[in-house]
């Protein structure tokens, strides 16, 4: 009894070992696809009218990319800095704003919240939050800054400034 006891408890540790090791190996690999000095990864997602959109489409000019949700508190603080900004230095930098989707009551609630906030900036929808994974979002809000090129220059977790923004774009 002692043995089948033994060998039952080698499997489990054995087991659990392997899903271990299997899940650090997928986290390691995700996260070596979004690190300073290089190309951001692609995705495709659609804006608040459908329309689809993909990140590779932006080269030219700097992005900031943007996660998010409205039931998120800090995210809702940021929310008019990012539209003084985008009010300001659009013409210079692309605003990517990506809505944590899945987490909220539905698409149309999404669209009457920037509705009700008068935001003018884009505002992209990712439905299945297959964005927010590639990008391990785990706080919200997470920002990345890309260059010209959307190659990733930083992150940033937490709510951002108007100041911020201009500093990390050195725009003026």
Same mark, same amino acid.
């Given at each position: ?42 995705? +495709?997602? %659609?804006?608040?009218? #459908?329309?689809? &959109? ?8 700097? @992005? ?47 669209? +009457?919240? %920037?509705?009700?906030? #008068?935001?003018? &900036? ?8 297959? @964005? ?41």
């Amino acid at each position: 009894m002692k043995a089948i006891r033994a060998v039952n408890l080698s499997i489990s540790v054995l087991l659990f070992s392997l899903l271990f090791a299997i899940c650090f190996v997928y986290e390691a690999s995700a996260s070596s696809l979004v690190q300073k000095g290089r190309v951001a990864p692609n995705f +495709e997602v %659609v804006d608040l009218n #459908g329309n689809p &959109f993909k990140l590779s489409d932006l080269k030219g000019k700097p @992005v900031l990319l943007n996660f998010w949700a409205t039931w998120c508190p800090p995210c809702k603080s940021e929310l008019p800095e990012f539209e003084r900004f985008f009010e300001e230095y659009g013409k210079q930098v692309h605003i990517v704003a990506i809505n944590l989707t899945l987490s909220e009551k539905s698409k149309d609630a999404v669209k +009457e919240f %920037v509705k009700k906030q #008068g935001l003018t &900036f884009p505002i992209y929808l990712d439905v299945e939050g297959s @964005v927010a994974e590639t990008y391990l979002v785990r706080y919200i809000p997470t920002s990345y800054f890309l260059d010209e090129n959307l190659v990733v220059e930083d992150m940033h977790v937490g709510p951002l400034k108007f100041e911020d923004m201009v500093k990390k774009f050195e725009v003026d």
